[in-house]
Nanobody, 124 residues
Framework: QVQLEESGGGLVQAGGSLRLSCSAS????????MGWFRQAPGKEREFVAA????????NVADSVKGRFTISRDNAKNMVYLQMNSLKPEDTAVYYC?????????????????WGQGTQVTVFS
């Protein structure tokens, strides 16, 4: 069973960048498709980006397309979310998630493993 831990969140001015990292342990990392989701106060958790087991397939939400990039390093058991041109509406808790199939699904209920989240706050 895989355990996930996010890092890299923080406070950033609009237009700035952050890179989130997610470390996985306790499982064979390359067996899992990985995703990033976010949840703002009072809102439902929403899809941000996902990547297949070997990184061949990626899927990015329209709201962040062209600004956010997901990547993974299976040798290091890590998945990353590079966030550029940040906007105040990107403010949320960001969660790393894993699912034991290959598809980079945007569906939150398809992910069985979750980290604790990391806060990202973008101010104008």
């Amino acid at each position: 069973q895989v355990q996930l831990e996010e890092s890299g969140g923080g406070l950033v001015q609009a237009g700035g960048s952050l890179r989130l990292s997610c470390s996985a342990s306790g499982g064979t990392f390359s067996r899992y498709a990985m995703g990033w989701f976010r949840q703002a106060p009072g809102k439902e958790r929403e899809f941000v980006a996902a990547i297949s087991r070997m990184g061949v397939q990626t899927n990015v939400a329209d709201s962040v397309k062209g600004r956010f990039t997901i990547s993974r390093d299976n040798a290091k058991n890590m998945v990353y979310l590079q966030m550029n041109s940040l906007k105040p509406e990107d403010t949320a808790v960001y969660y790393c998630a894993a699912r034991s199939t290959n598809s980079a699904s945007p569906d939150v209920i398809m992910y069985g493993y979750w980290g604790q989240g990391t806060q990202v706050t973008v101010f104008s």
